[in-house]
């Protein structure tokens, strides 16, 4: 069973972990300290959703812990590739999933939890949650999902308002009008847009407004709300009609679940 203990080795592991991608290269190193940052702040919103929910210590554990080991893949992916995008170098989890089992870092747990924490990295970034019947594993990984989009649209919006702006951001997509029209078409049928569809910046832009419909606990539809995430991406795009009604399509589905 997960302990406290456990809990203290992954984060002493992670602080340690990352230690060997300081390179005193300013661009490798802003690239690197974002992704320290995001996961220390999926962490904290993990555990905010988490706290609106009834859930034992154990549960609460693994949440952190996964929230801990989830991007573990990115440091490996931006010293090979020099790139965040996973489609013009490689799945970041699967990335993640290889440095668990070179490392070892999961080892101290059981092998049940060991499978839990691999598929939850495995599956943090799919576009849809996967078919199962481990309801453990759903919960787990939907606390993940939802957290870790919290902190990507927080760091995405400050980035687009000029605030902590970092250049690892934007996946080294083109900053040119043109807009997927596949993307537009997920939106307005209230579907999360597809990755391989994006080819600007502002493809990027609706994809994370499409992220509204991939939401799983109320306290993240609430953050959503809070926060204003929609109308800061709103507010970073064209105001083109069809990105007005796309927009308008995000924002209904929010305001009727939040
Ligand atoms: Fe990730």
Request: glycine share 2%; charged share 25%.
């Amino acid at each position: 069973m997960i302990q406290e203990a456990d809990l203290l080795y992954f984060k002493n592991w992670f602080e340690m972990y990352i230690k060997q991608f300081c390179t005193g290269v300013e661009r490798i190193d802003s690239a690197i300290c974002l992704k320290v940052r995001h996961t220390k702040d999926v962490v904290r919103e993990i555990l905010d959703i988490a706290d609106t929910l009834q859930l034992d210590a154990e549960q609460h554990c693994l949440a952190e812990i996964v929230a801990t080991l989830h991007d573990i893949g990115r440091f490996e992916q931006y010293m090979r590739y020099h790139t965040y995008s996973d489609q013009r170098s490689e799945d970041h989890a699967k990335l993640g999933l290889e440095v668990m089992s070179q490392t070892g870092v999961i080892n101290r747990l059981s092998k049940d939890e060991q499978e839990l924490v691999r598929n939850v990295v495995y599956y943090h970034n799919r576009a849809s949650l996967p078919h199962s019947d481990d309801q453990k594993f759903l919960l787990i990984l939907k606390l993940l999902r939802d957290a870790d989009k919290i902190n990507i649209l927080q760091v995405v919006t400050e980035h687009y308002a000029g605030i902590n702006r970092n250049n690892a951001i934007n996946l080294g997509l083109p900053d040119t009008p043109e807009i997927s029209e596949k993307i537009v078409q997920c939106i307005l049928g209230k579907k999360i847009a597809n990755v391989k569809d994006m080819r600007t910046v502002n493809d990027f832009k609706l994809l994370q407004v499409s992220w509204v419909f991939d939401i799983n606990f109320p306290r993240t539809y609430q953050i959503f709300k809070q926060r204003s995430y929609i109308d800061k991406l709103s507010s970073a795009l064209p105001q083109t009609e069809i990105v007005k009604h796309a927009i308008e399509s995000a924002n209904s589905f929010l305001l009727q679940n939040a």
